[in-house]
């Protein structure tokens, strides 16, 4: 059975059709470089140079899994973020390729023994961390694989927040475009979404 999330999602698929796709990824992260040189010139400089071909293909062997062609224009893009604590979105940290393959090992590797069925799933990959052991990651094989989900370390629900990287990227950089970000005490946060507007 489907959750609700699901059946809404359907449902609106079904009166209005499906969604206008977004940009493509290329274009997502030329826009996003942008907006980062020109606004959070002290964040860009410590991004970390992107993976070459050579590199992608080992980190995508290494995690056992085929990512979505958008995560390969990230990650060549910008390797994450280095040496700072500054949150990338929210109050989460943009992970290296090589911080994925460790967390993602470690989380693999718990399954059947520190987590219960339905806890992790050896499909997801995180790339987006908070420090205390929650995560955003791609569903590479879910019911809609590419989907990105919320893994809380703490709590059973694992919301779906995006259909693709695709998506949430550009309505990431849409509401960056908007200037609806600004700096906190818990990271860096869309104003528009905690004011509920």
């Keep these: 059975m489907a959750g609700p999330e699901k059946q809404l999602r359907d449902l609106f698929r079904r009166v209005f059709g499906p969604p206008e796709p977004p940009p493509p990824m290329a274009e997502l992260v030329g826009r996003l470089d942008a907006w980062l040189a020109r606004n959070r ?13 050579a590199a992608w293909l080992d980190f995508e062997s290494q995690l056992g899994v085929k990512l979505p062609d958008a995560f390969r224009v990230l990650y060549q ?12 979105h929210g109050n989460r940290q943009w992970m290296p390729a090589e911080d994925i393959g460790r967390v ?4 693999d590797g718990m399954i059947g023994y520190d987590f219960e069925p339905g806890w992790w799933d050896p499909n997801w990959v995180p790339f987006l961390e908070n420090g205390a052991g929650s995560y955003l990651c791609v569903d590479v094989a879910g019911p ?17 927040i995006a259909p693709s990287l695709e998506w949430w990227t550009y309505k990431f950089v849409t509401s960056l475009e908007r200037d ?6 818990v990271g860096f946060e869309c104003v528009e979404a905690r004011d509920g507007e």
Excluded at 41 to 53: I, T
Aim: proline share 6%; charged share 40%.
């Design 77 to 88: 893009w910008r390797d994450g973020q280095g040496d700072t604590f500054d949150s990338f």
């Design 104 to 107: 993602k090992t470690l989380m």
């Design 180 to 185: 609806r970000w600004e700096r906190t005490k």
């Design 41 to 53: 010139a002290d964040y860009y400089a410590r991004l970390r140079p992107g993976l070459s071909h």
């Design 144 to 160: 809609e694989p590419g989907r990105l989900v919320e893994f809380w370390n703490r709590d059973h629900d694992r919301p779906e």
